[in-house]
């Protein structure tokens, strides 16, 4: 009897335990009626303020950085009941479902944070309201990116292509390195269309040769050659990529230690329907290094980057001159229906700007083009100088992205489908470290201040010593998991290609002296 | 009760003298001698457990099978760092893991045979003394053991509630342990085959107990990658039994199957035991008892006969099974080199080195600690060369290639004294490369200071706050994230602003370095850095480039040197001789004792040049640890 009674006493009391919890975490937090106005705007990390935000953005969870005991913020818009979120040691975590109303609710309109600090004399204190702005434009639901140390630059250790979902934060991986034994390099994911049905990953393992995994409505196959820096052709039905003979080297002084040259590459493109590898002679010039290639959304013109060869010596690494390599930025017509190439043009000289163009992205609707353009080189990531610009197609006129750039490298950009977000990879966060950075651009090409992608952690940052690099948005999911790409990868079975004789660069396709590893 | 007085050795039959003797010898002889606070060096940090506090680091652990268990063992690790408490960590597990093999084989503890249940606890032992961090297996071993016992403790009479049991504790101990569930498997198979006996119930738990691991492991589970879940298991090419050694791996497959192959030693002994001893008479029964009675009278001297038999057995075990697997001499001294390198602790780094035969085989690792200590101690002019150095050694700051992760570390801490910072930040990031991108807090901390010099302050904080949660160094990194608060940039710290006065600020690139090149840059960003200054006399020294030795002999007011160092005479005399120009000194001079070794070196010399081995023998016990004969030779401190 008496057992009895003990185990009904101490059910009850987990039962009132759970009640009160749940009471304490359902119960909304009240606003102070005293405080104490401070007259600026809190210190909050990651910066989420003067920002445009998608409206199906996840919660955007940060770190009050002022000292205090409690800390309390209202998160309110025009329309809408607002919500209050309270937080232990500065950290906000906003619940999910409150947010994402607010923000349906409220497309077009501002969004305020008033944040209140309690002191540790009890008193409160009102910071000037944050506010940012919610766009109209939703973005895509998927970013797609790589992610690895600093250190996997040069070595194969610990890289994975993972796909991060925009409107929850819930991360996934598409490809990591340590499914197939000896690891390896996954790097170059690229979309048709910014839809996750139809890609190409491009692998280099140890024990099973290189190859590019090409994706098509759950269907992976695997070509026998590694492609670049890969761009699709909006039909599908071709992708062009680079072929480039790439070295790494090292600074002394420098604030960045890593720097990369391209010793030769050219541009080449794979049909999909024949398997066949081509190109063209002025993407393959072998004076010239040409690289990163983009399609127009009209698949009219392939917009690409190339330079002079400025070295004679073309095994020296670095080579002469290589800080004196500037790429122009040149397109090219082609014909799909007839496979034909028309000439190739200079839309931006180097020699005009003064810099090196590099990656070129057209936005979906054909309007604008997104570039960068750094000191010298090809890898703009490595240059603190590398910076965002925009050109009008149609006025050809372009002009920096002031609002979008810092005084640390900006690159790896690509477009939303709807053109109205860009999301790029910037060391704006401690000079060292990529994060993801979005940004919205409005139809005159205005683009707004950037925000880093928001995770669950508001502290997720804090002690992240990994970098994120070549950001692409997505519509949808991959929905091909890990483990099926990682047995293509590692299958014996691909598709053979040969890559045109006519070009200067040594051949890619099979297994041959991997460049990343000849470095010590 | 007895009275001890009539007895007063009879405590000897309850307390357990002989665990107590060898646990006791065992945690003194790791404590003292193995010393575990040394697992945090050399090779072993390629493979050492890094352990944070904080919920992430946890939650990454508990997402895959094994995990709890490696969680567990990186955190007893990290208590590795003071000796007493890291010998008394292994100790308990080990000793644990004893009393479990003794229940479960229930062997009386005054039996001869119970000698076989201290089979995992030396085992344990041998691991240590190889070097090896032995506790992501312990561990690992010590909870399948423990659920084992519970196991054969509390499984129920009836069949199908014992089947579901067993299931469970299969299900969860997979996931606590890894492949230890297998270990669990065996011993719950045995249990039933033996002690039930229902023999078909223990091949079907072996049956079972495969089959829920693997189904836990890829339809539960799925890790990213098969290694995590096979990470307690010794027999599988993972990346980190790879790594071991031949005989690492032995011990610890050993290890790993050592309970289960007690138990079934044990039981079929049983078995037989009982086979035999059915098949005597009676009559011989009583025979032998009666004798038995009449030559050993009294339990009394029966118990203390027995645990003195126990502990001699042991010793005979013991002593020669870890002296054969040991790696004392070699890897410990170059594991205390390291310790003391990493603590800065200079003339016990050169005590130690001191303490291997100067004929030893050297690897870069010594040379590079070796002189470094020398730089630190002064001594670098004077007795560079009374040290081993070797000429196809002689790139003394670069050279990646070579080495494994305690050159890296070395070096990387070597360029950051002089200057290097950026070649030190390359090297830090090898060594992540290396380490599978764990968090080491040597490297951390160096990567923390580097971005500090370089005015990456806000990079700097990332690497700090990763240190912050480190059990043992977690409150200096927290003291500088403070100290970056009031001054962000570090202003006032002298080891800051020295960097910042002597590091490299005209850029060139390489793939690989230079070092005549890097050094000389040094010295022409700031000709006081003494540092530079020793390593590229050093450098010339060791690459016998004599002409640009001399160059750079003027450099010596920079630093104020009264006298020239012993190995600079000895080089200038050999320069002077070679080239027949006098090498002008100002108020310094070549000392007395070198010019007679130089005189000496060239008579010998003279006498015995056409037989290199000759003059090898008559030359290395007087002039083996001077300039002259690494000049000649391309080695130095040799003596015979």
């Known amino acids: 009897m008496k057992k009895r009674y003990v ?42 303020t003067g920002i445009v935000i998608p409206p199906n953005i996840a919660p955007l969870n940060f770190l009050v950085l002022e000292p205090g005991e409690k800390y309390l913020v209202k998160i309110h818009s025009t329309t809408g009941d607002g919500l209050t979120v309270a937080g232990r040691k500065g950290k906000i975590k906003i619940p999910a479902k409150k947010w994402k109303s607010l923000l349906n609710k409220n497309r077009g309109n501002e969004l305020f944070f008033d944040i209140y600090v309690k002191a540790p004399d009890g008193r409160w204190s009102l910071y000037d309201a944050v506010t940012n702005v919610i766009a109209k434009e939703d973005i895509d639901a998927y970013v797609t990116y790589r992610f690895m140390t600093p250190s996997s630059y040069y070595h194969f250790k610990r890289i994975g292509v993972y796909q991060q979902n925009l409107e929850n934060c819930d991360k996934s991986v598409v490809l990591i390195n340590s499914s197939f034994y000896g690891y390896g390099c996954v790097n170059c994911h690229t979309f048709v269309n910014n839809s996750a049905d139809k890609m190409l990953i491009g692998v280099r393992t140890v024990d099973y040769g290189d190859g590019t995994l090409l994706v098509n409505k759950g269907w992976v196959s695997k070509i026998g050659a590694k492609f670049g820096y890969a761009s699709w052709h909006p039909s599908g039905r071709l992708a062009a990529y680079s072929i480039n003979n790439v070295r790494q080297f090292y600074h002394l002084a420098k604030q960045e230690i890593h720097d990369v040259v391209d ?77 034909r190439w028309g000439e190739a043009e200079t839309v931006l000289s180097a020699d005009d700007t003064g810099l090196s163009i590099m990656l070129p992205r057209i936005s979906p609707d054909g309007r604008f083009l997104l570039f960068c353009m750094c000191d010298y080189g090809c890898f703009p990531v490595y240059q603190p100088s590398s910076d965002l610009y925009l050109m009008n197609l149609q006025t050809g006129e372009y002009r920096e ?120 | 009760m007895k009275p001890l007085m009539r007895n007063p050795l009879g405590w000897c039959k309850t307390l357990p003298v002989v665990s107590v003797l060898f646990f006791s010898a065992f945690y003194l002889f790791l404590w003292f001698y193995i010393g575990p606070q040394l ?53 308990l597990i080990a000793w644990g893991i004893y009393r479990l093999t003794a229940s479960l084989s229930a062997i009386s503890k005054d039996s001869l045979w119970r000698v076989i249940c201290y089979m995992p606890a030396l085992l344990i032992l041998m691991v240590c003394g190889r ?314 901390k160096q990567l923390a200071l580097i971005y500090i010099t370089k005015g990456k302050i806000e990079t700097a904080r990332v690497y700090l706050r990763v240190l912050s949660r480190n059990l043992i160094y977690g409150s200096e990194a927290k003291d500088l994230l403070g100290r970056l608060e009031i001054d962000p940039l570090l202003e006032n710290d002298e080891y800051i602003q020295r960097l910042r006065s002597i590091m490299i600020t005209t850029d060139n690139a390489y793939v690989f370095y230079d070092e005549n090149d890097c050094l000389t840059r040094l010295l022409n960003r700031n000709k006081y850095n003494k540092m530079a200054f020793e390593y590229l006399m050093a450098h010339y020294l060791l690459t016998r480039q004599l002409d640009k030795f001399v160059e750079n002999l003027p450099r010596l007011d920079d630093f104020g040197y009264d006298s020239v160092p012993r190995h600079y005479q000895e080089a200038i005399l050999i320069y002077e001789s070679i080239t027949q120009k006098k090498i002008a000194l100002g108020d310094r001079r070549i000392g007395a004792e070198t010019l007679r070794q130089f005189e000496e070196f060239n008579s010998i010399g003279s006498k015995f040049e056409e037989d290199k081995k000759v003059l090898w023998q008559a030359l290395a016990p007087r002039l083996g640890r001077t300039y002259f004969f690494y000049f000649f030779f391309g080695l130095s401190g040799v003596t015979q």
Request: proline residues 6%; glycine residues 4%.
């Open chain 1, 7 to 48: 185990c009904l006493l101490v059910f009850c009391l987990c039962a009132l335990v759970i009640a009160a919890s749940g009471f304490a975490l359902h119960t909304k937090p009240a606003e102070p009626e005293d405080y104490t106005l401070v007259g600026r705007t809190a210190e909050i990390r990651p910066d989420y």
């Open chain 1, 263 to 339: 010793l030769d590459s050219s541009i080449v493109y794979y049909l999909v329907d024949s398997q066949t590898v081509k190109t063209a002679a002025a993407l393959s010039d072998k004076d010239r290094l040409e690289t990163y290639p983009a399609w127009t959304p009209d698949g009219k013109y392939l917009y690409f980057c190339s330079a002079p060869i400025l070295w004679q010596d073309r095994n020296q690494v670095p080579p002469e001159n290589y800080d004196k390599v500037k790429y122009d930025l040149r397109r090219i017509s082609y014909d799909i229906q007839t496979d």
């Open chain 1, 401 to 520: 992205l002031t609002e979008a750039n810092s005084e640390y490298s900006e690159s790896w950009h690509s477009w939303s489908s709807n053109s109205r977000w860009i999301a790029f990879s910037s060391k704006r966060l401690g000079g060292l470290f990529t994060k993801i950075h979005l940004s919205y651009v409005d139809e005159n090409g205005k683009a707004y201040k950037p925000f880093v992608l928001p995770q669950k952690d508001p502290e997720f940052y804090d002690s992240l010593f990994k970098v994120y690099s070549i950001p692409e948005l997505t519509t949808g999911p991959i929905e091909i998991s890990n483990k099926v790409l990682s047995r293509a990868a590692c299958s014996l079975h691909k598709i053979d290609v040969d890559i045109p004789i006519t070009t200067a660069t040594p051949a890619a396709g099979p297994v041959g002296m991997e460049p990343w590893r000849r470095i010590q």
């Open chain 2, 39 to 91: 697992y945090h060096h050399f090779e072993i940090s390629r493979r050492s457990l890094f352990f944070e506090t904080g919920w992430p680091f946890l939650r990454d652990y508990l997402s895959y099978p094994s995990g709890p268990s490696q969680y567990l063992a990186s955190f007893l690790t990290q208590l590795c760092y003071f000796p007493w408490l890291g010998a008394l960590c292994i100790t």
């Open chain 2, 131 to 444: 070097y090896e961090n032995p506790l992501s297996m312990d561990v690992a071993v010590l909870i399948a053991a423990f659920f084992s016992v519970m196991y054969e403790k509390f499984s129920p009479r009836h069949v199908p509630a014992r089947v579901a049991l067993f299931l469970i504790i299969c299900g969860v101990l997979y996931y606590l342990a890894g492949s230890a569930a297998l270990i669990f498997v065996a011993l719950a198979a045995l249990y039933e085959f033996y002690h039930q006996p229902k023999p078909a119930l223990g091949v079907l738990y072996l049956l079972l107990g495969a089959a829920v691991c693997r189904l836990l492991d890829t339809g539960v589970f799925k890790p990213q990658t098969s290694e995590l879940s096979l990470y307690s298991n010794p027999f599988s090419r993972t990346v980190q039994n790879l790594e071991k050694e031949k005989w690492t791996r032995v011990l610890e497959v050993a290890l790993f199957v050592g309970i289960p192959f007690i138990i079934l030693l044990v039981n079929s002994g049983r078995w037989l035991a009982g086979t035999m001893t059915a098949a005597r008479t009676r009559a011989q029964r009583r025979r032998d008892k009666s004798v038995f009675k009449q030559r050993i009278p009294g339990r009394f001297y029966q118990g203390r006969l027995n645990w003195l038999l126990q502990v001699v057995l042991l010793a005979l075990i013991a002593v020669p099974g870890v002296w054969f697997f040991h790696k004392f001499d070699e890897l410990r001294k170059t594991l205390q080199m390291d310790y003391f390198d990493c603590r800065r602790m200079w003339p016990e780094v050169l005590a130690v080195i001191e303490t291997i035969p100067l004929d030893n085989d050297y690897g870069p690792f010594y040379i590079h600690a070796t002189n470094r200590a020398l730089y630190h101690t002064g001594r670098m002019g004077d007795e560079m060369f009374a040290y081993a150095q070797a000429y196809n050694m002689r790139d003394l700051v670069f050279g990646m290639r070579e080495g494994h992760n305690e050159i890296l570390m070395e070096r990387m801490e070597l360029c950051l004294e002089l200057g290097l910072v950026n070649v030190a930040e390359r090297i830090a990031y090898e060594f992540f490369r290396r380490t599978n991108d764990r968090p080491n807090p040597f490297v951390l």
